[in-house]
Nanobody, 120 residues
Framework: QVQLVESGGGLVQPGGSLRLSCAAS????????MGWYRQAPGKQRELVAV???????NYADSVKGRFTISRDNAENTVYLQMNNLKPEDTAVYYC??????????????WGQGTQVTVSS
């Protein structure tokens, strides 16, 4: 059974920092691209950052220079370091694991989400 368990969310003041973690089980972690998405109230879920199985990273323009995604394949964990947080970063943050097979089949899994609230 695949599980993605996020942790590290909470309430933080503008300009503050948080580190999200996502622990994966039930998958061959090193073969998966791992991503962080977020969904604010009344808005669609959007990509925040992704790290491929090879370690290549990509970020939404809104978080470039402030957020850093990383992975520890030995611990089956992906992290999102969030610095200089802004009120508009408030959302539920979701972890995603994605693997596109050569057959065309895609394995795609989601965590349950963790709330990040940026407010003074």
């Amino acid at each position: 059974q695949v599980q993605l368990v996020e942790s590290g969310g909470g309430l933080v003041q503008p300009g503050g920092s948080l580190r999200l973690s996502c622990a994966a089980s039930g998958i061959i972690f090193r073969l998966y691209a791992m991503g962080w998405y977020r969904q604010a109230p009344g808005k669609q879920r959007e990509l925040v950052a992704v790290i491929t199985s090879g370690g290549t990273t990509n970020y939404a323009d809104s978080v470039k220079g402030r957020f850093t995604i990383s992975r520890d394949n030995a611990e089956n964990t992906v992290y999102l370091q969030m610095n200089n947080l802004k009120p508009e970063d408030t959302a539920v943050y979701y972890c995603n694991a994605n693997r596109a097979r050569t057959s065309g089949y895609v394995n795609d899994y989601w965590g349950q989400g963790t709330q990040v609230t940026v407010s003074s």
